[in-house]
Each structure stands twice: as structure tokens, then as C-alpha cells.
């Protein structure tokens, strides 16, 4: 009931967008309208989801202020064959819901952006340690950023002076990663809504003598769910934790060299309960390099250490040290075609994922795009863990 | 015998003076430094052409000369709208690597890219980012070639090859044959040849256009004799000397 009176609600804001934008310039409202088949790639097949999405985009500038919203209206039919296949999951439904929402200031030297918005930090390529502020949906991985990453309630300020930055964001409500986890008889129990549980960061950006650099500080919640036995049974929490991060960016010849590394403040600083996280090292370090004109690849060496190590105290999912490596080929000739393969290994494992993308210009602003995403491995690996949330996934979409 | 010695001294001193012929260099300083312009803006359609297939990009460019030798590109694509909102920023040093970054709206994040893919082909087009950006004067050697007709106008032919290999490599150029109208200060037309030495692009000045006292290359094409492509890029809206921001040429104003 409050799911029908929440879509009741954005089905108005978005009509009432839609009645502002009348008489706006055809160019201030954008959108696209694209269908898309996304089968399972693991037993038993089915057709994860198969839909029609339209997005209307309204952009409207006035003098310092900028307007934006973004809706999308789903038609969508969804198999989740990753849950118990005894019992159906098979759901139709008709969606409208925000995709980033907000108004922007812009003064001399600083923008403010108040609403839902995707906020990312980090340099680095696909693995981001200090990005820890935007959640992924894992069930949903395709070819387009907004699919798979979900716009927080957030005000963002950035104070720019000289070649410097200063970013300041506060996020009041907690959004976690959707990752499909489904333990039937666990209860889920978000962060309770008061202000000692409101996540903060700063982010202060420079360059010098052709480097690029961040330092970030972010208090807030783990996006990724622990799984706590308790008196009344399983629990699903998020753990509160705080970020302390750091990126670069060189250029150099035919390489842009990227760094980017974060040490987690978790709640366990001791490492003695083995259900919360240990404190952590997280860093990735590599190089985009260009090796013919539409041909690229990104290198990226990834490596995670877990502190305060107490043998037989820890979590049988965590490992002392994980290292993994990141790949990223790109061929790409605009305008027509782009070939996009994604990829992550951990050694340990050797579980990995993989994420082939084709991209076919068919004519201006209409595109096909097809792929698939893969998560193999051994049952108890990250990797592994996920292989039921595999699929393809074929998409046409013309914008407009 | 010291007569005709004098005689032959004091030509061979003042020879170059009274010819007056300017080097190739001379004629690409005034073609690269052109001084009457601090900035400009402008809209931009780029044609491009392949196999009978069309694809249309509109951009709204900004530049402006920081020195002498150096300046400063802001791209924003208008059209087709799954490219709209693109950004390209390009901020050229002379005594280090350019800066180039690009905004993808798709990622929502402004990715810095290789200095040294100015070879590559800018946005699937004919042009290379080396041909959009300004050309830097020392990464060339030149040759006065003389004067040469074109389409019945006079002008200078001047050959550039690569100061280094690294330019060659970098460009994937080398040589380029420049035709100079000697009176606006001009190429009307150049000639790219590649590695391996083949005629690869055409270019050529359609159209110039004097505004505020400065002629402009107000539609180009460049035909890839190679692949059998061309791109077109009309340049329309175009404004010049009115004081762009700095702030146009940052980051923050890319991923506006």
C-alpha cells in the first residue's frame, strides 16, 4: 500500500515535470526509450527480465540554478531464478521512479547540488576503494552506469579555489548495495534514522606540475551486508565504518598512470568479533595505456590486507591478504562500433568476473548494445558466491 | 682579385636580404601564432562520412590562447542526444605533457586521458585531436617549398616533418605539406602523409571567413584518401575576443 502511494507520488512529481516542461525548448527535455531481454546465464535459463523502459530527462537553467530530473517509467517482467526455485519469482509490474533529481547552484567559487544524484570518488578503473558513497545494484550489471549504480538523497558542495577543490557531502539516509543476497530467515535491519547515523565526507582534490590528487575522508556505513547470528536468529546488518582514502592521476606518454588506495576504519578495531569486518588496506594501482589509435587497455594490480589478524577470531569468507588483477580492453570506432571487455580475477580463488559489451551505432542516437555478465568461480568465493546472478543482456535504445 | 672578392662577399651577406623570401618557419609562425586572437567561441557541425554511412555531431567549442605557445580547448557535444553532454577538455603545456580529459554523462565521472593519443581519431572523425588542438610551431621543422598555385590563387608551399621520432609516433604524421594563403595567413589546403610515408588526409579550407579582423578556416574538410571517408566541420556562431572566463577551461565547467 505504501509501495502503490510512494508511485502515486513520483507519478505526480513526474507529471507535474512533465506540465513544466510544455513550454520549454524541445532541447530541455531529453530521454531515451529502449527494450531490453536479459536472459540467465545459469540453469535453469529463464528470462531474468525482459521490459521496455522510457526516461524523460527535464534540464531547465535559470541564470545560477540548474534544474534537473530524470524519471524512469519500466515495464518489466522479472524472473529471480538466483532465489529458491520451488517457489515462482516471476513478477510484472509498472514502475516509475526518479534515476537523479536535483537542483544546482553555482556561485563564483562554489556549486551546491541538493537531491538525489550519483556522487563518485576515486580515479582508478571500475574498483574504486574511496568510492563509498553511491551503492551498486549487482543484480543488474549492463552496459550503462545508471542500471547498475542508484542516485542517493545527498547534498554535495564543492568549493573550488585555484586549481584545488574542496568536496563536502552529506548523505542523510543510508542506501545499501543490492547484491540478491536472499536468506529467507534472516531479518534485514537498516541503520536506525538518527542523526549520529548520517554519513559525511570531504574530498579535497589538487594538481601539481600535471598530477592529479585526492585525499577523502568518508563516515558512513559499509554497502555491503554482515550477516550476524543473534538470539532471535540471522541478522543482515550494515556496519558503520570510516574511510581515510587517497588517489592520483599521471599522464605520461602513452600511459595515464592511476592510483588509488583506502584504509577502512571498522567497527571491530580490535578484530575480535568475527562477524564484523576487521580494520583493512585497500588499494589498487595501474595504468590506462593507449596501444593503437581506437585500442586500449587498463592494467590495474588490486590488493586488500586485513589488520588486527587474529587466527581462529576471523570471518571463513576472509582471507589475511587478497590480491586480484583488473583488466579493461576497449576498441572503440566512434560513431559506429565500441568492443568493451571487463574484467576481474582474484589469484587466491581464482574466481573472477567478466563483462564483454558490444555496442552497435545503428544510426545517430539509436543504439544496440549487447553483452553479458559473468561470475564463475568456486562456490565459497566472492565471485562464486554470485555465479546464479549471470546473464546476458540485449538492449536497443533510441534517444531523443 | 680583392675586387671580385669584396664584390662576392658583400653579395653573398646581403643575398637574403634583398630576396626577402621568408622561411618555412617564418610562414608557420604567422600561420600558428596568429596574434589577433586571445579567444573564441563557437558552434560546430562535424559531418562525418564512410561508406555511404553519415553521422552527425554538433559542438559548442571554446578556446583561448593562454601564451604565446600555448591554449586552452573546451568541447561540449549537443547532438545526437546519446552523445549530448559529452566534454572534452584539452589544456596544451609547452614545456610538458597536454592535459586531456573527457566527461562521458553515461559515467558521470570526467576520465583523464593519454596526451600522447593526439593521433587518434577525434570523436570517429577524419580529424585527429593533433589536428583540432592547436599546432605546436616547434614540434616541426620546416621547408619554404616556393610558391605554388592553387585553384588559381598564389600561395606558399611549406613541408613540416616531425622535430623527433616521438612526434612522428605521437601525430602518426610524417610530413605534412601545408599550402599558406600569403595574404590572410592561411592553410587552404595540407597534405597528410603517414608513417610509412603514403598520402593518408586532404585537407581543405572551404570557406574563410574574416571576423573581427581575423580570417577563419570556417569549413574544413578532410578527406582520408586511404579509407575513403571524409569529415566536414562548419564552423557557425563563431565569437571572437570576448573575454572567455577561465573558468570555462576547468573540470568543474566539463561536467556541467
Redesign the interface.
Known amino acids: 500500500m505504501r509501495d502503490k502511494k510512494k508511485q502515486l507520488l513520483w507519478l505526480g512529481i513526474g507529471w507535474v515535470l512533465i506540465w513544466l516542461s510544455q513550454p520549454l525548448p524541445a532541447d530541455d527535455v531529453q530521454g531515451y526509450l529502449k527494450f531490453f531481454a536479459h536472459p540467465g546465464l545459469t540453469s535453469p535459463y529463464k528470462l531474468n527480465r525482459f521490459g521496455t523502459r522510457l526516461q524523460l530527462s527535464l534540464k531547465k537553467t535559470h541564470q545560477l540554478v540548474d534544474l534537473f530530473a530524470s524519471f524512469n517509467f519500466d515495464l518489466d517482467e522479472r524472473y529471480s531464478n538466483y532465489q529458491d526455485q520451488a517457489t515462482s519469482n516471476r513478477a510484472t509490474s509498472f514502475q516509475i521512479y526518479p534515476v537523479e533529481i536535483y537542483l544546482s547552484f553555482h556561485l563564483a567559487s562554489v556549486d551546491l547540488r541538493l537531491g538525489k544524484q550519483f556522487i563518485f570518488w576515486g580515479r582508478t578503473d571500475w574498483i574504486n576503494p574511496t568510492d563509498n558513497i553511491t551503492p551498486w545494484d549487482y543484480t543488474n550489471i549492463t552496459a550503462e552506469i545508471e542500471d547498475y549504480r542508484l542516485a542517493v538523497n545527498a547534498i554535495k558542495l564543492n568549493w573550488y579555489f585555484g586549481q584545488s577543490n574542496l568536496e563536502m557531502v552529506f548523505v542523510p539516509y543510508f542506501q545499501p548495495n543490492r547484491t540478491g543476497l536472499d536468506i529467507p530467515e534472516a531479518q534485514t535491519e537498516l541503520p536506525e534514522q538518527k542523526p549520529a547515523n548520517w554519513q559525511e565526507g570531504l574530498r579535497f582534490s589538487s594538481a601539481i606540475s600535471g598530477m592529479n590528487f585526492s585525499f577523502s575522508y568518508w563516515r558512513g556505513f559499509d554497502l555491503f551486508p554482515s550477516v550476524i547470528p543473534e538470539r532471535e536468529g540471522l541478522i543482515i546488518k550494515y556496519q558503520p565504518q570510516q574511510v581515510l582514502g587517497v588517489d592520483f592521476d599521471y599522464a605520461w606518454g602513452r600511459f595515464v598512470f592511476k592510483g588509488e588506495g583506502a584504509y577502512y576504519l571498522t567497527k571491530d578495531r580490535q578484530g575480535i568479533d568475527p562477524f564484523s569486518r576487521n580494520p583493512f588496506v585497500y588499494f589498487v594501482l595501474g595504468s590506462d595505456c593507449t596501444l593503437s589509435n581506437p585500442l586500449s587497455l587498463n592494467l590495474q594490480y588490486v590488493e586488500k590486507r586485513v589488520l588486527k589478524w587474529h587466527d581462529g577470531l576471523m570471518s571463513p569468507q576472509e582471507r589475511k591478504i587478497t590480491r586480484s588483477a583488473s583488466a579493461r580492453l576497449a576498441y572503440k570506432k566512434e560513431g559506429y562500433y565500441s568492443l568493451q571487455l571487463i574484467s576481474v580475477y582474484n589469484f587466491a580463488d581464482g574466481d573472477y568476473f567478466l563483462l564483454p559489451i558490444f555496442n552497435y551505432e545503428v544510426a545517430d542516437g539509436l543504439n544496440l548494445y549487447a553483452g553479458a555478465t559473468f561470475f564463475a568461480g568456486p562456490a565459497n568465493s566472492p565471485f562464486g558466491r554470485n555465479k546464479d546472478l549471470s546473464r546476458a543482456f540485449i538492449e536497443i535504445k533510441y534517444s531523443f | 682579385m680583392k675586387k671580385i672578392l669584396i664584390i662576392f662577399l658583400i653579395f653573398t651577406l646581403f643575398t637574403p636580404l634583398l630576396s626577402q623570401e621568408p622561411t618555412g618557419r617564418e610562414i608557420m609562425s604567422k600561420v600558428v601564432l596568429k596574434t589577433g586572437w586571445q579567444d573564441m567561441e563557437a558552434e560546430i557541425t562535424m559531418t562525418?562520412t564512410?561508406r555511404s554511412?553519415t553521422?552527425?555531431?554538433k559542438i559548442k567549442m571554446y578556446s583561448r590562447k593562454r601564451t604565446e605557445a600555448e591554449s586552452d580547448i573546451v568541447m561540449k557535444f549537443l547532438?545526437?542526444?546519446?552523445v549530448?553532454g559529452t566534454g572534452f577538455l584539452l589544456i596544451e603545456?609547452e614545456k610538458?605533457?597536454d592535459?586531456?580529459y573527457l566527461y562521458l554523462p553515461?559515467?558521470?565521472?570526467i576520465r583523464?586521458?593519454?596526451?600522447?593519443?593526439k593521433?587518434?581519431?577525434f570523436?570517429?572523425?577524419d580529424f585527429s585531436y593533433y589536428d583540432i588542438g592547436k599546432p605546436k610551431l616547434n614540434d616541426w621543422q620546416y621547408k619554404n617549398l616556393g610558391i605554388k598555385e592553387i585553384d588559381g590563387q598564389q600561395c606558399y608551399q611549406v613541408e613540416a616533418t616531425p622535430i623527433s621520432p616521438q612526434i612522428e609516433k605521437d601525430t602518426?604524421y610524417s610530413r605534412i605539406i601545408h599550402w599558406v594563403d600569403p595574404e590572410k595567413w592561411n592553410v587552404i589546403r595540407a597534405e597528410y602523409y603517414d608513417r610509412r610515408g603514403k598520402l593518408w588526409k586532404i585537407l581543405e579550407a572551404k570557406e574563410i571567413q574574416e571576423i573581427s579582423g581575423v580570417w577563419f578556416q570556417t569549413h574544413l574538410l578532410m578527406k582520408n584518401v586511404q579509407s575513403e571517408g571524409q569529415s566536414e566541420m562548419k564552423f557557425e556562431k563563431i565569437a571572437i575576443n570576448k573575454g572567455l572566463p577561465a573558468?570555462l577551461f576547468?573540470q568543474?565547467f566539463l561536467s556541467?
Do not use: C, K, Q, W
Request: glycine share 14%; hydrophobic share 25%.
Open positions: 562525418i564512410l554511412r553521422r552527425t555531431r547532438y545526437p542526444p546519446d549530448a603545456h610538458r605533457e592535459e586531456r553515461a559515467l558521470r565521472r583523464r586521458i593519454a596526451a600522447s593519443g593521433g587518434g581519431a570523436m570517429g572523425s602518426g573558468h576547468t568543474r556541467r
